[in-house]
């Protein structure tokens, strides 16, 4: 019997989204017949892992250490096939700056950012508003912070002594109009969802992992043509950070009635959340994959030298 290591928790501030990815991820995997173990992943987690002697390594970290590339560089020391992308295009992916560089040059479209120290952007506007201030290497909308058309100030969030995000921030140029997301899933793009914040704002941490903080309208209402854009759009972005196993692309579209109608993508995620009713699990569901099978198949796609 294939016995899987199921890492989870880790240190970063996406602790309890991954806690909830890796049970979920855990108890699926026990249901399609996999020896289970999960692992609480600290510091120890090379001598751990080397006692344990797993046949894979099921990936269900997010945010810094788990998905940068650092676990990757762990577990290919150790030899042991592992889910998702590996250590470049997971270094490269959590790099939102060098992402945004690399999609571009395939032809994927962004939106115009600048890089920058935090106290710097906190003195003037980078930029004219509206736009978005991000951390470069966070996920879960973490430090996100949006700046509206009418306001006179830079973010003061940023002078904070205790800004938890790093000094390095993006200054990016919002994009209004909606949210939009589509999965990979090996070389194929799943469905499109659109995401609606239940409180009619922005799909921040609450918005995403609340109990009723968002609708996922899957599929979305879109245009045909468009659809299948954004299915060309995040199998290239895949393509092009390198990704395996499974992503999530990211898009914003500006279809307001006096809008430009403009499609951009944002990010791509190369951990995304795994419980049965997270996203891709669900784009996973419609495409005919169920829980079940997915994680089934992302086992059976480990690998080392991703």
Known sequence: MTHVAVLMGGWSSERPVSLSSGEACAAALEDVGYRVTRV????????????????????????????????????????IPYTHSGVMASALAMDKERAKTV??????????????????????HPMNPPY????????SSFGVLIVKEDQSTPPQELYSSDWPYGDTVMVERFIPGRELTCAVMGDV??????????????????????????????????LPNIYQKIQTLSLKAHQAIGCRGVSRSDFRLDDRVNGTGELIWLEVNTQPGMTPTSLMPELAQHAGHDFGQLLKWMVEDASCRR
Do not use: C
């Not at 978005?132 to 996920?139: D, I, Y």
């Open 189 to 222: 793009a799943l469905g499109v969802t659109e995401i609606v914040a239940s409180d009619g704002g922005w799909y921040d941490y609450e918005a995403k992992y609340a109990e009723g903080g968002s609708k996922h309208i899957l599929p979305a209402d879109l």
């Open 40 to 79: 609480d992943v600290e510091r120890d987690v090379s001598a751990v892992l080397q006692a344990l002697k797993p046949d894979v390594a099921f990936n269900a970290l997010h945010g810094p250490f788990g998905e940068d590339g650092t676990i990757q560089g762990v577990l290919e020391y150790l030899d």
């Open 132 to 139: 978005v201030v991000k951390p470069v290497n966070e996920g």
């Open 103 to 124: 999609v571009r040059r395939s032809g994927v479209p962004v939106a115009e950012a600048k890089v920058m120290d935090r106290l710097e952007a906190a003195k003037k």
